[in-house]
């Protein structure tokens, strides 16, 4: 795989696009009724949802370098990767909704919207295709049974 940034740093640059957003328009910004408690339900949700997916590889003792996929020990299928093929990406994804939730300015869903286009389509995918040289058809067909994100 040729990707040479590592997700989490597209995750930080993503959180700096929404504060950006706040911080050079703060004027758009908006609150409601409950939003510090949702932010940290979805902060707290995204945390939850990215360590256990670490969990699961490190007690599969695989890999979870998302440089190198392709150096996988075992398919990991059991637990949170019964209901996502990314838990790590998507609790990420998840934090920063949170955010996007407590910062409360329309223009930071620009940082969200980034990551799950950045990842989707330079991370994810050739993972993707790396785990199918490693795995075959059972990647192939757990693929077909969970979904990407969800």
Not at 48 to 74: C, N, W, Y
Request: proline residues 5%; positive net charge.
């Amino acid at each position: 795989m040729k990707l040479k940034i590592p997700p989490v740093v597209i995750f930080f640059f993503s959180l700096g696009v929404m504060f950006g957003a706040y911080y050079f328009i703060p004027h758009w910004s908006y609150s409601f009724s409950y939003q510090t408690l949702l932010s940290r339900i979805c902060l707290a949700l995204g945390v939850l949802v990215a360590f256990s997916g670490i969990i699961a590889f490190r007690m599969k003792r695989t890999t979870v370098d998302p440089l190198h996929p392709e150096k996988a020990s075992s398919l990991v299928t059991s637990g949170i990767y019964q209901y996502t093929r990314n838990p790590m990406y998507l609790g990420m994804a998840l934090v920063l909704i949170g955010g996007l939730i407590r910062i409360g300015n329309p223009l930071s869903m620009s940082g969200v919207i980034f990551f799950i286009w950045y990842l989707d389509r330079y991370q994810i995918r050739p993972e993707e295709e790396s785990l199918i040289k490693v795995f075959g058809k059972e990647y192939v067909s757990y693929c077909e049974k969970v979904g990407r994100w969800l």
